[in-house]
């Protein structure tokens, strides 16, 4: 190549690198688009309609005090959510899925974690290390979902939120009574009515606020108990002792020990009555 032709390549080479460095600027600095403005403004009222549902309950909501702590006009919290009952609906979805505040619970990514676990320990121990979370998000927003419960339009959200758990609860213990998962005689149908009777926010609420266990006691039992009450006895034990591979990775398996004397069995070779 002649010492011309670099000469005219060189150039043209260092323009459209130029370019390439321009695209890149301005595609940094484009402003948001509309869309993700209008994302935006929903997550702000979302977290603020959160923040004053928890402080101030449902009656003691009103559109202005949420706009107020979003910082945008009232104007806009009606043309988006309409009315309080939608609101509160919607931030119950958007807090509750956490982040994956998908309004469908089975797309979310830990519920194929449970479906694809290779046994009913680990479906049980990662139901209740990610689905209790859920309450621990919800607790805040729960009183002013029962002072709303009058208001057909949250009372039915409310009801396809139960149901749709509950249906979810029976496609799990399908599956798990088809894989020869649950104890002898025990049926998918009467696995699902323990795995809805236990693990809900009632009981959550129960143990955590009227008797004062912390988040992670009544977590590690509610899994003691489900593993108990739904596997085979060998399965059971070996779910809840220590080193199980069900709870590898868990947070949960450092709140085991800790549930002491409620332990079936000792742990690890030796009781542990540590607090959780």
């Excluded at 890149?24 to 993700?36: I, K, S, Y």
């Excluded at 009913?120 to 607790?139: D, F, H, P």
Aim: aromatic content about 8%; glycine content about 8%; charged content about 20%.
């Amino acid at each position: 190549m002649t010492l011309v032709r670099w000469c005219n390549i060189i150039p043209a080479m260092a323009r459209v690198k130029s370019a390439d460095s321009m695209d890149a600027v301005n595609a940094a600095a484009a402003p948001p688009t509309r869309r993700a403005r209008a994302q935006a403004t929903r997550s702000r009222i979302i977290d603020a309609a959160a923040a004053v549902f928890s402080e101030f309950g449902y009656a003691g909501t009103t559109m202005h005090a949420v706009a107020d702590r979003a910082g945008v006009a009232v104007q806009t919290v009606y043309f988006v959510f309409h009315t309080k009952a939608e609101l509160l609906v919607e931030t119950l979805r958007v807090i509750g899925g956490g982040p994956e505040p998908t309004p469908d619970v089975m797309a979310r990514s830990w519920i194929g974690r449970v479906f694809a676990a290779p046994d009913g320990a680990a479906r049980l121990a990662i139901v209740c290390e990610e689905g209790s979370l859920i309450y621990l998000r919800l607790a805040p927003l729960l009183p002013a979902v029962v002072a709303a419960a009058p208001d057909p339009e949250v009372r039915a959200a409310w009801q396809r939120i139960v149901d749709d758990r509950r249906e979810g609860i029976r496609r799990m213990t399908g599956l798990m009574a088809a894989r020869g998962e649950l104890r002898e005689g025990l049926s998918a149908g009467l696995a699902a009515d323990v795995l809805f009777g236990l693990h809900r926010y009632e009981l959550y609420l129960a143990f955590t606020r009227e008797a004062g266990w912390s988040f992670d006691r009544w977590r590690a039992w509610t899994y003691l108990t489900l593993c108990t009450q739904l596997l085979p006895q060998e399965a059971a034990s070996a779910a809840l002792d220590a080193g199980s591979p069900a709870l590898e990775g868990l947070e949960l398996a450092t709140a085991i020990p800790g549930l002491g004397p409620l332990l079936p069995f000792e742990w690890g070779g030796g009781r542990k009555t540590g607090t959780v």
